[in-house]
């Protein structure tokens, strides 16, 4: 069983950056598809950003991060990185870093589905003041 160990969650003021970390034990990274995902209370989780092995490949993103967050690899370190920038109040949310490690697909039109991935990390805690 793979074990993801996200990290770097924090309180930051809007305006503010923040940068997530998701380290997988007991993988390597290649051809998956790796996913940043976020739940505020009350309301369902929904995708942030998605990236496909290699990590110069094309990545995706919810239109409400277009241009202010960042998803990244690094495949010699085993890890997911969300650079978030401009933070704002209605960032604040659980997020979940998740991995489809039951296929070797491309992201693609279902990257933000949260059916598709097998493995998913315990969640690290954003919060965005006014």
């Known amino acids: 069983q793979v074990q993801l160990v996200e990290s770097g969650g924090g309180s930051v003021q809007a305006g503010g950056s923040l940068r997530l970390s998701c380290a997988a034990a007991?993988?390597?990274?290649?051809?998956?598809?790796m996913a940043w995902f976020r739940q505020a209370p009350g309301r369902a989780r929904e995708g942030v950003a998605a990236?496909?092995?290699?990590?110069?490949?094309?990545?995706y993103y919810a239109d409400s991060v277009k241009g202010r967050f960042t998803i990244s690899k690094d495949d010699a370190q085993n890890t997911l990185y969300l650079q978030m920038n401009s933070l704002k109040p209605e960032d604040s949310a659980m997020y979940y870093c998740a991995a489809d490690f039951g296929s070797r697909e491309i992201c693609g039109g279902t990257w933000a589905l949260n059916g598709r991935y097998t493995s998913w990390g315990q969640g690290t805690q954003v919060t965005v003041s006014s």
């Open positions: 990236i496909y092995g290699p990590s110069s490949s094309v990545p």
């Open positions: 007991g993988y390597a990274y290649s051809r998956n598809c």
